[in-house]
Structures are given as structure tokens and as C-alpha cells.
């Protein structure tokens, strides 16, 4: 729910994925430990954005 309430915000103000990637890595820093964080936290942030796109109509 973190990436999607950040993804949504970020959406809201007309933010691009890349812009929205630090805030959600900051609510996210407990888990900056885990193998494969950096790597799959812009996939996971771009895939939230273009569902929540898709749902606004």
C-alpha cells in the first residue's frame, strides 16, 4: 500500500515515475536491506502508475 499511496500522490500532482521514486523510498527504508530493492522498486512504482492511469478516466 506504500507504493500505491505514493504512486497516487505523485499522480495527483503530475509527477513522472522517476520523481515519485524517492518519496517512496523513503517510507519504504526498512526495507532497502532486501536482495533486489533497488532494482525492482522503479518497476514496481512504474506498474502502479499505469494501473492507476488505466482507472482514471
Known amino acids: 500500500l506504500i507504493i500505491q499511496d505514493e504512486t497516487k500522490k505523485g499522480y495527483e500532482e503530475d509527477l513522472a515515475d522517476y520523481e515519485m521514486k524517492p ?17 525492482q522498486l522503479g518497476k514496481h ?13
Not at 518519496?23 to 532494482?39: Q, S, V
Not at 502508475?49 to 482514471?56: G, M, R
Request: overall charge negative; cysteine-free.
Open 23 to 39: 518519496f517512496a523510498d523513503k517510507k519504504l527504508a526498512a526495507y532497502r536491506d532486501w536482495h533486489g530493492y533497488d532494482a
Open 45 to 57: 512504482i512504474n506498474k502502479m502508475l499505469l494501473e492507476i492511469e488505466s482507472l482514471d478516466l
